[in-house]
């Protein structure tokens, strides 16, 4: 009888425990454009809510909203502000229609490679530009992460050289520092919406476009393009927003949970979008016939000798000729640290 009592209290007390901590479990939303599957972006998003989770033993529960159901990058990035939405995973085009100075890190070929990127992501200019982000928008950026290297596929010839992309109609952001890089190499830059460009590749209202090998795989383009060059000029960053006034609103402890899940979820994103580079490159090359090259060293070089000044200087007009010194200053003793 005795031992019957111990086993009910037992279980009654294991089953308010799990009520209680349901009962006070936070619901966090994360609102985040890439659809559910094996993507880098998704996949990343899934490890921060299984670390969040886990660690606060439940008493954070993280509800993901992928594919775009709460709106556009835009949309979300509103929302953020506004506290009707925790957390976000904007585009550096995005961002930069907040903060004017996320244009910076689209100077063309500004990093050799992923690891280089990386350093700097991690480093100090990194750090005080979140810090200026939350001053100047009231966002708090967490971390950043590799959206990936953006390169160039066409229908109307490989593209080795800088000469090869005369005449071609490339679709672009909706950007002017996307369009003088498309401009300076001889192209014409036709800017158009992310949500219409399958359909105008398909109805040849532009002869190409440029975007990572997951997005190009993911998005379809592979369907309707037959080259693709990785030319990877430029780096283009993921940022993971919260809103400053929940997150100062959490415990410390919880806040440390916050910003460790977000530096898991960029590394998990930066490795697979890395790795995707080659991944998703054999599946179009397999799978839909795509003919892909990759430049090498000299190639990419002969681009950037073109490229790289006018996109500068037009970047320097609209975010200082400061914050570019700097960050070519960072990119140098990048290379430095982990190729010395």
């Not at 490159?281 to 430049?295: D, N, Q, W």
Request: charged content about 25%.
């Amino acid at each position: 009888m005795l031992i019957k009592k111990i086993v009910a209290t037992a279980c009654a007390a294991a089953v308010s425990g799990l009520l209680s901590t349901a009962a006070f479990a936070q619901d966090i939303k994360f609102g985040i454009g890439i659809p559910e599957g094996d993507f880098p972006e998704y996949n990343a998003l899934v490890r921060f809510k299984e670390y969040v989770e886990f660690k606060s033993n439940g008493e954070m529960n993280v509800r993901l909203f992928p594919n775009n159901q709460l709106g556009g990058e835009r949309e979300m990035l509103e929302q953020v502000q506004q506290g009707s939405l925790e957390l976000t995973f904007a585009a550096d085009g995005a961002m930069a229609g907040f903060y004017p100075p996320m244009q910076v890190w689209s100077i063309p070929y500004l990093f050799e490679s992923a690891p280089v990127a990386w350093e700097v992501m991690n480093g100090e200019f990194a750090d005080d530009m979140r810090a200026d982000i939350l001053e100047k928008t009231g966002l708090r950026a967490l971390a950043f992460s590799q959206n990936g290297f953006r390169s160039f596929t066409n229908n109307i010839r490989p593209i080795i050289n800088p000469e090869d992309m005369a005449g071609m109609k490339i679709r672009t952001m909706e950007s002017p520092v996307f369009m003088e890089l498309v401009n300076s190499l001889g192209a014409t830059a036709t800017p158009i919406s992310g949500s219409e460009v399958l359909m105008s590749l398909r109805q040849g209202v532009v002869d190409g476009q440029e975007n990572p090998p997951a997005v190009v795989y993911g998005g379809g383009l592979g369907e309707v393009q037959k080259y693709y060059t990785l030319d990877e000029h430029v780096f283009g960053l993921h940022v993971i927003i919260a809103n400053e006034e929940w997150f100062s609103g959490l415990s410390e402890g919880n806040r440390q949970i916050i910003k460790d899940a977000a530096l898991l979820m960029a590394w998990t994103e930066n490795l697979q979008k890395t790795e995707g580079d080659w991944r998703f490159s054999e599946k179009l090359r397999e799978e839909l016939g795509m003919e892909i090259h990759v430049s090498t060293p000299d190639e990419k070089a002969a681009f950037k000798e073109i490229t790289q000044a006018p996109v500068e200087a037009f970047i320097r007009t609209k975010v200082g000729d400061a914050l570019v010194d700097e960050l070519l200053g960072q990119v140098d003793a990048a290379k430095d640290r982990l190729y010395d």
